[in-house]
């Protein structure tokens, strides 16, 4: 038995089914959660939700009589600091996969090595890790998703981990400040795992059946929103594809997820590099790309989207399908610029899933069809047959009859300001 371990926190703000938490508890007296608010990134609309996370891990670990220590600063100076005061003989961590998550853990690693303590990775943010799965035809990744779907679906998965009864923290260590955010809370997402598991039971009790019919309906709430949740790690994604029995469309959603991971584990450049490279030039149209990003292009459905994105941090699958797609094949802006935007603005921002589905779109990535052509019209016609998301996000529209609503070139000029269409759509 260990005397101390310190877990460092990143993407795993959780009690259950937390295996290295799980396993700091079964190997060590005392247990040292930790996480490292490092001032270098900002988290944009996500830091209110980073600190009402921590302050309900805090709390949830001090109801098992633990506690969380936050400290500021860079994340592997400050953990090895804390290990080296506690006399810690191991550091614990959940593995990532991004090239910043990837540097921290080597980085890690080294210097536990140097303090002669034991530094172990642990599964945990994915549901099958990245890498556990090859090709049968050989390559370190699967770069097709049907064929990884398949070998995903058939893998064996770990147990689910109850949460520890009890954590017990080292005496005499100051737990540090929680980070406050000057934001005022968003509406829609709320940070913490206890919001979390409340709206995964709600989610798998009434919904998770409707999410084959339903999660293409713009304007309905069809889909589960646990995006931020499984962002931060609030939720385990394998407690809740084991608990989401009979919706399958719903695990496939979840197996894009882990597919994306394990591309970025293999391309760990993906949120800059043309993963596959097609010698695309890109227009430097500034004035298109703000357009774009203010949701004044013209084409209701596009703006729509991005005011969704702007007013709510948040937006709708097939309406980021769309915006991308209308900035990248039509106004043929380069995928980084409408990348950085959604990564700046969205709650469930991460980069294996913004890059990941960015490239797709881009004819750069997994897309096993690279010249795919969204029409957004077509687009808006089955997708918001009445209209109602696009007048929800575009009140100025409010009493353009449905049939011009969906066609820029038919919409009469100067409704309320509403621009003409930056591009021919016929
Ligand atoms: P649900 O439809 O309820 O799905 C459940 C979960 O499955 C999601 O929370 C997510 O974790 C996962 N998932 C669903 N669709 C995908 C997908 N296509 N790729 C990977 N995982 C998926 N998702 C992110 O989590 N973060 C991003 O930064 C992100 N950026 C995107 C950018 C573009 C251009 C596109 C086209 C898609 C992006 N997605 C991203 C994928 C998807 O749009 C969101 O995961 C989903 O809309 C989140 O809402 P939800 O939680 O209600 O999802």
């Not at 210097?111 to 990245?130: Q, S």
């Not at 808006?380 to 449905?402: H, K, M, N, Q, S």
Request: some cysteine; hydrophobic content about 40%.
């Amino acid at each position: 038995m260990m005397e101390n371990v310190v877990v460092l926190l990143n993407r795993d703000l959780r009690v259950h089914d937390h295996p290295a938490l799980a396993a700091a508890c079964a190997h060590a007296r005392h247990v040292v959660p930790l996480f490292v608010v490092d001032p270098a990134l900002s988290a944009g609309p996500r830091t209110a939700f980073l600190a009402e996370s921590l302050a309900d891990l805090r709390e949830s670990l001090r109801g098992r009589g633990g506690d969380l220590a936050v400290r500021w600063g860079d994340p592997v100076a400050q953990a090895v600091r804390l290990a080296r005061e506690v006399s810690a003989q191991g550091v614990y961590v959940s593995e990532d996969v991004s090239a910043l998550a990837r540097r921290r853990q080597r980085l890690l690693a080294e210097e536990c090595e140097r303090n002669r303590m034991e530094f172990l990775t642990f599964p945990g943010v994915t549901i099958v890790p990245p890498g556990a799965l090859r090709p049968s035809g050989g390559g370190d990744h699967y770069r097709v998703f049907t064929p990884y779907w398949r070998a995903w679906s058939d893998h064996r998965r770990r147990r689910v981990l109850d949460a520890p009864e009890k954590v017990s923290f080292p005496e005499g260590v100051e737990a540090g400040p929680l980070p406050v955010s000057r934001r005022a809370s968003h509406g829609l997402f709320r940070g913490g795992e206890t919001v979390a598991r409340e709206r995964m039971r709600q989610w798998l009790k009434y919904c998770v059946d409707d999410y084959a019919d339903g999660h293409d309906d713009l304007a309905g709430n069809r889909t589960s929103k646990l995006g931020p949740y499984l962002r931060f790690g609030c939720l385990s994604p394998l407690e809740l594809e084991s608990l989401s029995e009979g919706g399958a469309d719903f695990v496939r959603q979840l197996c894009w997820r882990d597919f994306f991971h394990q591309v970025t584990l293999a391309f760990p450049r993906i949120n800059r590099d043309d993963y596959r490279p097609r010698g695309q030039v890109w227009r430097d149209d500034r004035d298109a790309a703000q357009a774009w990003k203010e949701g004044r292009t013209g084409v209701p459905i596009v703006d729509a989207g991005m005011r969704q994105l702007l007013a709510e941090g948040w937006m709708h699958n097939r309406a980021r399908m769309l915006t991308a797609s209308f900035l990248v094949r039509r106004l043929q802006v380069d995928w980084r610029v409408g990348a950085e935007h959604f990564f700046g603005l969205l709650f469930d921002g991460d980069v294996p899933n913004n890059y990941g589905n960015w490239q797709w779109v881009a004819g750069t990535g997994n897309d096993t069809r690279p010249n795919r052509i969204v029409n957004p019209v077509r687009q808006a016609r089955r997708f918001d047959p009445e209209g109602e998301y696009i007048r929800r996000y575009l009140p100025e529209l409010d009493a353009v009859p449905i049939k011009m609503i969906y066609e820029p070139w038919r919409l009469p000029r100067g409704v309320r300001g509403y621009p003409a269409p930056l591009v021919s759509m016929d």
